[in-house]
């Protein structure tokens, strides 16, 4: 039977809605933490869960807004 644990929070670590297996792979994956609120881009392989960036911390750029082509 394949192993399955839940993804902890990298910011507050508590539990998300996510769980991953043993052979899962996530690439530039956004997750969100119910608790905190905060949403941050990790990769997972193997369990290894590595944070790759917080949305948090980087400015949103609206579709149309600084568009030099019109």
Do not use: H
Not at 10 to 18: A, F, Y
Not at 22 to 30: K, Q, Y
């Amino acid at each position: 039977m394949t192993k399955i644990e839940w993804i902890l929070c990298p910011v507050c670590g508590n539990k998300t809605r996510n769980q991953i297996r043993e052979d899962t792979v996530l690439l530039n994956f956004p997750l969100y933490c119910p608790k905190c609120k905060q949403e941050t881009l990790i990769e997972a392989k193997k369990f290894q869960i590595t944070v790759i960036e917080d949305f948090s911390k980087n400015e949103i750029i609206r579709k149309g807004e600084n568009n030099a082509d019109g």
